[in-house]
């Protein structure tokens, strides 16, 4: 690992490398810090305002940019097409984050990575909808100017817990800003009664499902250390494909 790569490029390439990934997809991009590190082959990033010179990267070193929502993205995305990792950091609501999955998922195979940021707010300002509102709160309540903001992009753990059984979900809790993980386990996993029962509280009071609540569950997170997180990640899914171990 190279200690000048960001925190999502270096897990991005940990998977990579471990999983022999040939296609990537990144949705939110914003200046690049991330998607110009990631070191595989075909890189696609999607963002209605990129903040660096998108044009001039065009087309290089196996960079397509796409200038648009990711709504747009994926409507207009050729349905055969399928990416063997994937970062999800775009608008940071719950409603919009979980399109991103499910398009995502649409759109990955049994040995696809999916890395989604922004799911574990720092503090009860970062887990405002609207980042303007997070950011003036905190200066004048916190007297602090972080800018740090996650929006409600938590509320996605307990929909996929409900919904998506057949899907492992692990979040980086250290090495900087917490991160999960989702990928399609080789067997199913066991339900688990208490899990479940958090995961309907939130999904039928989302409105209620507030910074309070997410303290009281951050274990439906399954948080893990970092390079924990990826080597479980990791050996599922080469037990699944057993030409990984090798690569
Ligand atoms: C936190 S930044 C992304 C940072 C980048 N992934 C990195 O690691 O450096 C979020 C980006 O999401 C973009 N964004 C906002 N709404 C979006 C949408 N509907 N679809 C795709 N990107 C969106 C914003 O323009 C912003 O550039």
Redesign the pocket.
Known sequence: MTSSL?H?ARRLNTLAAALGCRSYL??????????LQVAVEQRMG??????FDWQSHQGKDGLQLHPC???L?FAELEASTQFDLI?L???HTFE?TYR?ILHALRHSHAGTAILI?DTVPHDVFSACRDQQECLNLRSRYANSSDNRWHGDTYKVVPLLALFHCDLCLLTLADGGNPQTLLWRPSNPLEEDAIRSMQAMWAVQNLAAADYIWFLSNRSLYNPISEAEGLQELIRSIARQDPAADER
Do not use: K, R
């Open positions: 960001n999502s990144e949705i939110g991009v914003e200046t690049g810090a991330t998607l999607v963002d209605p305002c990129f903040a929502s990711s709504d993205f970062f950091d775009g608008l919009q991103d940021d």
